[in-house]
């Protein structure tokens, strides 16, 4: 079977799907209008089962949608997933297809879906040949942690999966061309903490320091102490970051702030080592606001873990993407992203890999990841459906 052919023949197809989705962004979990136009197109393919309103609970609605599809011949289940969900931000591509409703799908989330109906579509086609069953997971909520809805409404159930990838695309990953598929065994995308910071201290006269206790010096005293945890506290051979992003205190110019609230993030890769950063980060914050006569508060909220891809799925993808479309398009990359996936937490239930999918344009069209002008170079979808495609149809051969 002639894979390449197939997916080139269903571009127009993907990039149809992509601009549909792309009009009317939807953010977190209320995907009521993404959720309708994929249980349609799912409809018209021959799979055994087809399910919305998956995902949600706790005060979120469910609009997530699983499919199954059982191949011809006897294997194990795989699964499939591309998340479905958009940001909060104001689009500024002037694209002809650009957001009706003030939304944007700045992260390439349009596209991945585009690219999972197409393999679902080929999938369905190829049935005779296909080995056990596909899952197809359509996730809402990525950018704020859906995945754990999904696996609890039974993503991975009925049947039990076996194995489980997914891709991401854009320009996340250095040293991919466009179109091109990469791989890597073991850290992929980092752990990621969020943290918040509340320092006390005695507000007062700015004329009068010594009746206060400056929350601002102790903020930034506790900012340039964390900095030298990475450098001091982690291997020079592992990659971790700590950030601090918003500083907030304070009410005028002349009045000593008697709190100050931080926030930020840790991002790490090995096993073990956000426990350890956590640690040390309270200790620190603590210990620093103590010995200037304050106090501070440290909290985590929603840590996401590291994608880690196992060796097997990842190394996988090498020999599937050179048997469907050249060893040209395959290509392993040297360094993961210190972006988080919410993919993680499938990775705690089932084996698998993440990957990279490039669509960057290689000019001025290319920004970044939430920015309100970036974009994907639509010409390239077709191999992103086809690495997902073909990697279904051979994982077990």
Request: hydrophobic share 40%; glycine share 10%; aromatic share 8%.
């Amino acid at each position: 079977m002639d894979i390449r052919a197939k997916f080139l023949e269903m571009q127009p197809q993907i990039v149809e799907w992509r601009r549909e989705l792309h009009r009317a962004p939807e953010v977190g979990f209320d995907l009521p209008r993404t959720e309708a136009m994929v249980l349609r197109e799912l409809a018209k393919l021959n799979l055994d089962e087809v399910r919305g309103g998956m995902g949600g609970g706790d005060g979120n609605p469910s609009h997530g949608v699983i499919a199954t599809l059982s191949g011809a011949l006897p294997g194990k289940t795989l699964a499939l997933r591309a998340d479905m969900d958009a940001l909060p931000v104001a689009e500024e591509t002037g694209l002809p297809f650009a957001s009706e409703n003030g939304n944007m799908h700045a992260c390439g989330h349009d596209a991945h879906v585009a690219m999972l109906l197409s393999a679902a579509k080929f999938l369905s086609e190829a049935r005779e040949e296909l080995r056990g069953r596909i899952r197809f997971i359509f996730q809402p909520s990525e950018e704020n942690f859906g995945s754990p809805s999904m696996i609890a409404s039974g993503a991975l159930e009925n049947p039990a999966v076996d194995g489980i990838i997914g891709l991401h695309t854009g320009n996340l990953w250095e040293g991919l061309k466009p179109g091109q598929i990469g791989f890597r065994v073991g850290e992929f995308m980092a752990a990621s903490d969020l943290m918040s910071i509340a320092v006390y201290g005695k507000d007062g006269h700015g004329a009068m320091p010594h009746n206060t206790v400056d929350a601002i010096a102790i903020a930034a005293q506790i900012i340039t102490e964390l900095q030298t945890l990475v450098s001091r506290e982690i291997s020079p051979f592992e990659p971790a970051v700590v950030s601090i992003g918003e500083v907030k205190a304070g009410s005028t110019y002349n009045i000593i702030a008697g709190r100050c609230d931080m926030k930020g993030t840790l991002r790490t890769f090995k096993a073990g080592r956000d426990v350890l950063l956590r640690e040390r980060v309270r200790a620190v914050t603590e210990g620093v606001a103590a010995s200037m006569r304050g106090r501070a508060e440290v909290n985590f909220i929603s840590p996401l873990k590291a994608v880690i891809n196992d060796r097997f799925f990842a190394e996988k993808m090498k020999d599937v993407v050179t048997d469907a479309m050249g060893s040209e398009m395959i290509h392993e990359i040297e360094l993961p992203a210190s972006v988080s996936e919410d993919f993680c937490w499938y990775l705690t239930k089932v084996p698998g890999a993440f990957f990279a999918h490039c669509s960057t344009f290689g000019d001025e069209r290319d920004y970044p990841h939430h920015h309100p002008k970036f974009d994907v170079n639509e010409s390239v979808l077709w191999t992103g459906g086809c690495a997902l495609g073909a990697y279904a149809l051979n994982w077990q051969k």
